[in-house]
């Protein structure tokens, strides 16, 4: 047994268990997909998406508003490339709940947890652990890409919960604008490195049946399942090339930005159009500031600043992921959701700077930031054959409490499963104790993006 073993181990795979996510599981190029682009952190509302030019100075930052290619919708200044193409989105101003921490608050959009206590991991399972358990139970699929996948996921906060570790991403960690960026255990190149990888594995395998009768607790049959996902992940070329920047045209990656967040989004719509069905990335590191978030207190960033330091990198990056995916014909089947887990106080706060660096000033410094903001704050959807070029909901004058089309966490979940052909009302997985729980426990798809 140990031999079989020592055999298997010197295939070099120290991320091994990563690979679980990558289940044999459904289906064609015709498979809804999702891209979410997640701001950890919360991004102010009023510095971007629902500026409030007419409010007083106690609120009101320092941006301009400027119009879009959508009659009467404006953004603040931070966001040109996003103004030239507003008709290919849709801004929902309208997204409210109550979790004030950024774990609660992560939570809240993620999985629906109700509980506006922060907790140090998740209860209830991520929508995407879910997806991934619901479509794995699909035997038809035959792409070899794993169906969740993370391009420097959102890994706090979250995650698969009760249903296990087999459910959350295959993650890619490493920075895709690096010259040398590669995923490691993906695509051998080498057709003879194959063959011995497979006589390695048959050789663990028939020392393995000698076990079976002593396996209670089913470990060989779920490491069997994890071997199968790794193998296909090796050997088959089609993954090496969905993961592989380099076929791209220069002017693509140009268009997106030679930077993390650039080349994340790019691999990430290369992902989607090569048949991955949930892909999530992350918009922090040093692109966002001295603390490397969107977590704009006074004590972190100069919350200005930061804003205009990162605006760049963000808004080209998002406009080049949506523009793409209407470009390469994705736009029915590739649903693209970009949000934080809430927004930041409408009311500018004033506290001493812990440190200098990049949109901070030197330590004991007073400057502005905004902090916590669930009770309203917007999120971006397009593609996923939705209705764009609007505007859905209302927040008050001063950007503090929606007053038209309140929207929830729920209901943000069950448009995403909606058109991922879940209904989410309907579907029950058992929790820890066995116990049947809603994906969705309260909530309906938001009517006005559905086509």
Same mark, same amino acid.
């Given at each position: 047994?140990?031999?079989?073993?020592?055999?298997?181990?010197?295939?070099?795979? #120290?991320?091994?268990?990563?690979?679980?996510?990558?289940?044999?599981?459904?289906?064609?190029?015709?498979?809804?997909?999702?891209?979410?682009?997640?701001?950890?952190?919360?991004?102010?509302?009023?510095?971007?998406?629902?500026?409030?030019?007419?409010?007083?100075?106690?609120?009101?930052?320092?941006?301009?508003?400027?119009?879009?290619?959508?009659?009467?919708? !404006?953004?603040?200044?931070?966001?040109?490339?996003?103004?030239?193409?507003?008709?290919?989105?849709?801004?929902?101003?309208?997204?409210?709940?109550?979790?004030?921490?950024?774990?609660?608050?992560?939570?809240?959009? =993620?999985?629906?947890?109700?509980? $506006?206590?922060?907790?140090?991991?998740?209860?209830?399972?991520?929508?995407?652990?879910?997806?991934?358990?619901?479509?794995?139970?699909?035997?038809?699929?035959?792409?070899?890409?794993?169906? *969740?996948?993370?391009?420097?996921? #959102? =890994?706090?906060?979250?995650?698969?919960?009760?249903?296990?570790?087999?459910?959350?991403?295959?993650?890619? !960690?490493?920075? #895709?604008?690096?010259?040398?960026? $590669?995923?490691?255990?993906?695509?051998?190149?080498?057709? &003879?490195?194959?063959?011995?990888?497979?006589?390695?594995?048959?050789?663990?395998?028939?020392?393995?049946?000698?076990?079976?009768?002593?396996?209670?607790?089913?470990?060989?049959?779920?490491?069997?399942?994890?071997?199968?996902?790794?193998?296909?992940? =090796?050997?088959?070329?089609?993954?090496?090339?969905?993961?592989?920047?380099?076929?791209?045209?220069?002017?693509?990656?140009?268009?997106?930005?030679?930077?993390?967040?650039?080349?994340?989004?790019?691999?990430?719509? +290369?992902? &989607?159009?090569?048949?991955?069905?949930?892909?999530?990335?992350?918009?922090?590191?040093?692109?966002?500031?001295?603390?490397?978030?969107?977590?704009?207190?006074?004590?972190?960033?100069?919350?200005?600043?930061?804003?205009?330091?990162?605006?760049?990198?963000?808004?080209?990056?998002?406009?080049?992921?949506?523009?793409?995916?209407?470009?390469?014909?994705?736009?029915?089947?590739?649903?693209?959701?970009?949000?934080?887990?809430?927004?930041?106080?409408?009311?500018?706060? *004033?506290?001493?700077?812990?440190?200098?660096?990049?949109?901070? &000033?030197?330590?004991?410094?007073?400057?502005?930031?905004?902090?916590?903001?669930? +009770?309203?704050?917007?999120?971006?959807?397009?593609?996923?054959?939705?209705?764009?070029?609007?505007?859905?909901?209302?927040?008050?004058?001063?950007?503090?409490?929606?007053?038209?089309?309140?929207?929830?966490?729920?209901?943000?979940?069950?448009?995403?499963?909606?058109?991922?052909?879940?209904?989410?009302?309907?579907?029950?997985?058992?929790?820890?104790?066995?116990?049947?729980?809603?994906?969705?426990?309260?909530?309906?798809?938001?009517?006005?993006?559905?086509?």
């Amino acid at each position: 047994m140990r031999l079989g073993l020592t055999g298997f181990a010197s295939l070099s795979w #120290p991320n091994l268990m990563q690979l679980r996510a990558a289940s044999p599981l459904p289906s064609s190029h015709e498979k809804t997909a999702v891209i979410m682009v997640w701001l950890p952190g919360g991004l102010s509302h009023l510095d971007s998406y629902d500026p409030k030019p007419e409010i007083g100075s106690e609120y009101r930052g320092p941006f301009k508003t400027i119009d879009t290619k959508v009659p009467g919708l !404006q953004f603040t200044e931070l966001l040109p490339r996003h103004a030239q193409i507003a008709d290919k989105f849709t801004i929902l101003r309208s997204m409210s709940h109550r979790g004030p921490g950024h774990p609660a608050g992560s939570m809240q959009m =993620l999985s629906g947890d109700p509980d $506006e206590r922060d907790k140090s991991k998740p209860k209830l399972p991520d929508w995407m652990s879910v997806v991934n358990y619901l479509r794995s139970q699909d035997p038809q699929r035959s792409n070899p890409l794993p169906r *969740y996948v993370g391009v420097n996921p #959102p =890994l706090e906060y979250n995650g698969p919960a009760y249903l296990g570790d087999a459910y959350s991403p295959f993650s890619v !960690q490493d920075d #895709p604008n690096r010259p040398n960026f $590669e995923v490691p255990n993906i695509g051998l190149a080498n057709p &003879a490195e194959a063959i011995r990888l497979g006589n390695r594995v048959a050789l663990r395998q028939s020392i393995d049946n000698l076990e079976r009768s002593f396996d209670r607790e089913g470990e060989l049959g779920a490491l069997d399942q994890f071997e199968t996902q790794a193998m296909t992940l =090796l050997t088959n070329p089609q993954t090496r090339k969905a993961f592989d920047l380099n076929q791209e045209d220069p002017r693509v990656r140009d268009r997106y930005g030679r930077n993390r967040w650039g080349q994340q989004l790019l691999l990430a719509r +290369r992902l &989607a159009e090569a048949g991955a069905e949930i892909i999530t990335s992350s918009l922090n590191g040093p692109l966002c500031g001295r603390v490397s978030n969107w977590d704009d207190h006074a004590v972190n960033h100069h919350v200005f600043d930061a804003m205009r330091f990162r605006a760049e990198a963000y808004d080209q990056a998002v406009t080049a992921l949506i523009e793409d995916v209407y470009a390469r014909g994705l736009d029915k089947r590739v649903l693209v959701v970009v949000t934080g887990e809430f927004g930041r106080t409408p009311k500018i706060e *004033y506290d001493r700077s812990t440190g200098a660096g990049n949109a901070s &000033a030197a330590a004991g410094t007073v400057q502005p930031g905004r902090d916590h903001w669930p +009770r309203a704050f917007s999120n971006l959807w397009a593609g996923g054959g939705i209705t764009t070029g609007r505007v859905i909901g209302a927040t008050d004058k001063r950007g503090e409490d929606v007053i038209e089309r309140v929207c929830s966490p729920g209901d943000f979940l069950a448009t995403i499963y909606h058109h991922l052909g879940i209904d989410g009302s309907k579907v029950l997985i058992n929790d820890f104790n066995g116990r049947p729980t809603p994906i969705v426990d309260q909530g309906k798809p938001i009517a006005e993006l559905i086509a």
